[in-house]
């Protein structure tokens, strides 16, 4: 699996902007899906996941009733809708995919349960 993540950019505090991971490959439906972030000089951190069915999400609790995680999985792409930004959510976003089980088909909060990452996309909020 490919991802390309794209919808970046520079935004203001307080406004809005959507994410975009696009996957190549086959058994898209077969993956839990993740968003994560990296700031400059931090770790890479956990912001949400969605379930390979698309109906269990989780969100890290500093971006909850701010940031919603979807899937499509007819056109192999995962969203992040990401509302009253603060300069706090700069960073370098990253999407990833974990295979995911039928037998254990919830979402994945660490980055060690993905396989498969993307390149990352610039998020920058201006205050």
């Known amino acids: 699996v490919q991802l390309q993540a794209s919808g970046g950019g520079l935004v203001q505090a307080g406004g809005s902007l959507g994410l975009s991971c696009a996957a190549s490959?086959?058994?898209?439906?077969?993956?839990?899906l993740g968003w994560f972030r990296q700031a400059p000089g931090k770790a890479r951190d956990f912001v949400a996941a969605?379930?390979?069915?698309?109906?269990?999400?989780d969100c890290a609790d500093s971006v909850k009733g701010r940031f919603t995680i979807s899937r499509d999985n007819a056109k192999n792409t995962v969203y992040l809708q990401m509302n009253s930004l603060k300069p706090e959510d700069t960073a370098v976003y990253y999407c990833?995919?974990?295979?995911?089980?039928?037998?254990?088909?919830?979402?994945?909060?660490?980055?060690?349960?993905?396989?498969?990452w993307g390149q990352g996309t610039q998020v920058t909020v201006s205050s």
């Open positions: 990833a995919a974990g295979v995911s089980l039928l037998t254990t088909p919830g979402v994945k909060k660490t980055e060690r349960e993905y396989d498969y």
């Open positions: 490959g086959r058994a898209f439906s077969s993956y839990a």
């Open positions: 969605v379930s390979r069915s698309g109906r269990i999400t």
